[in-house]
């Protein structure tokens, strides 16, 4: 339970979930209309493929699916754990994300549909970054998971027990930023097409070098450095 929480965890999952919102209205609004965020409603459009035997859309989704699954690998290659601790390798999972959402972009301005496999990649990366921070669940990509935990949060509260005030303040937060993201995604898309992307390649690539450099500078960091120099 969250009891109190570092203002990097908050910014970080504020911007990250903005950035997951704009791609996927984008993704979802362009030719393939599809999203690459959400994998449960894309679970039961190929299931509804098999059903009436479509094989270019069981082609095309069961692909998308596992690019989403391929970039949540990627992620725990790369980073290793599960528990957000500063430190870790966000900022190299952070430019894998850039690259694939530069991928895609590059490849949407193609009409080529392997650009919503490299987005898809780019959330599943992204989603599989953090797992939990001090028992909660923090997913950027998707709100089905954390509606529920603020809906069952607040039955608790309303049933008189006590809650982590500050665990639904993130959900909330979280919740309102990939709306906000979606809805600047839809806007931009509707006057500049795919260039709507550059918005979260922006922010993903700013949130790298930021990460970078203030995990660069942590105390520990420092004294690694300083050892590795002496002993050379």
């Avoid at 919503?116 to 599943?124: E, P, R, S, V």
């Avoid at 993130?170 to 795919?194: E, M, N, P, R």
Wanted: glycine share 10%; net charge positive.
């Amino acid at each position: 339970m969250i009891t109190k929480l570092p203002k990097w965890i908050l910014w970080g999952g504020a911007v990250l979930a903005f950035s997951a919102g704009c791609v996927n209205t984008t993704a979802l609004m362009g030719f393939a209309n599809l999203s690459v965020s959400h994998v449960t409603g894309n679970v039961s459009l190929f299931a509804a493929a098999i059903a009436y035997s479509d094989s270019r859309s069981i082609l095309y989704i069961g692909a998308l699916l596992l690019s989403f699954l391929s970039g949540a690998i990627l992620s725990g290659f790369v980073i290793g754990q599960t528990s957000l601790t500063l430190g870790r390798r966000y900022g190299r999972a952070l430019y894998f994300e850039a690259a694939l959402l530069i991928a895609a972009y590059w490849l949407y301005q193609q009409h080529d549909y392997l650009g919503q496999l490299a987005a898809a990649m780019a959330c599943g990366l992204q989603n599989a970054m953090v797992a939990t921070y001090s028992g909660a669940v923090i997913r950027t990509t998707h709100l089905t998971g954390l509606t529920s935990d603020m809906g069952a949060a607040i039955g608790n509260w309303l049933a008189g027990r006590s809650i982590s005030k500050p665990t639904l303040g993130f959900q909330a937060v979280i919740w309102y930023c990939f709306c906000g993201g979606s809805t600047v995604g839809a806007f931009l898309f509707a006057k500049v097409g795919y260039d709507a992307l550059f918005v979260p390649i922006i922010i993903v690539l700013t949130a790298a070098f930021i990460y970078n450099y203030v995990s660069n500078h942590l105390p520990e960091q420092r004294e690694t450095k300083l050892k590795k120099r002496s002993s050379s």
